[in-house]
């Protein structure tokens, strides 16, 4: 019990290392593009290099497909049920919709966690060593996500401390997933899974299309686009840790 608190622990350490660093300071304007972009580079990245091929192996390609656009239908209904502009005594118009995008953000990444969770229980279910490797690469891995969450958060909201929790929060699924594949995965079918992780990819791209990217798209540019590119590699390159 004492190496999976220690395996848990690893994996979780990353959401909170990113939160803390992306409040240290108030953001600008520059910075949050920079962020969102590279934040869609990140889920972009995740969703069709990670995802997607894991949720067809698991069941179909069709199972995929209908993970994909449950996922989407469920962000879609959301931003109906909550648009972008709400009545906001503390902050102007743009500040709302960043916050709008932000809380979409946080809501994205804490769904993906679970998965993530669930393959550290998973890839380690028989050797600890191999689930420290896992964990150690998904906490590097959720450091730059982290700070992709707390920093758009802080920047609408302006609340340092609201902001570092919000985002850390985005922990509590990794620790969930991990227990989860431990002792619950057998009663769970891989077509239900490929259907779950079909859904948070549909959900990533729905968010990276719509919310991210379209919130700096008018004021971009070619430093912004290469820290898009740079999301991409950088999930590239972590892949290769774990």
């Known amino acids: 019990m004492t190496q999976e608190f220690m395996i848990v622990g690893l994996s979780a350490i990353g959401p909170v290392i990113g939160s803390g660093i992306g409040v240290l300071k108030k953001p600008s304007t520059v910075y949050i593009q920079n962020m969102l972009y590279f934040a869609a580079g990140i889920m972009l990245a995740v969703s069709f290099l990670d995802l997607i091929p894991e949720s067809r192996r698991l069941g179909s390609t069709m199972t995929c497909v209908s993970g994909l656009v449950l996922g989407a239908a469920a962000i879609w209904l959301l931003d109906r049920i909550f648009p972008h502009v709400h009545e906001c005594s503390a902050c ?121 990217m379209p919130a700096v798209t008018n004021n971009s540019g070619q430093k912004t686009t290469l820290f898009f590119m740079f999301g991409i590699v950088s999930v590239m390159l972590l892949e290769c840790i774990g």
């Open 92 to 212: 102007g118009e743009n500040e709302c919709q960043m916050g709008h995008t932000a809380n979409f953000l946080i809501l994205a990444i804490f769904l993906h966690n679970f998965p993530e969770g669930m393959a550290i229980g998973i890839g380690g279910s028989t050797n600890v060593g191999d689930s420290l490797v896992v964990a150690l690469a998904i906490a590097i891995h959720n450091i730059p996500e982290g700070i992709c969450t707390s920093a758009p958060h802080y920047y609408a909201y302006g609340n340092r401390l609201k902001s570092f929790v919000m985002s850390s929060m985005s922990a509590l699924p990794i620790v969930a997933g991990f227990f989860v594949a431990r002792y619950i995965f057998g009663q769970i079918s891989a077509q239900t899974m490929s259907l779950l992780i079909g859904a948070t990819a549909g959900l990533m791209i729905y968010i990276s299309a719509s919310e991210l």
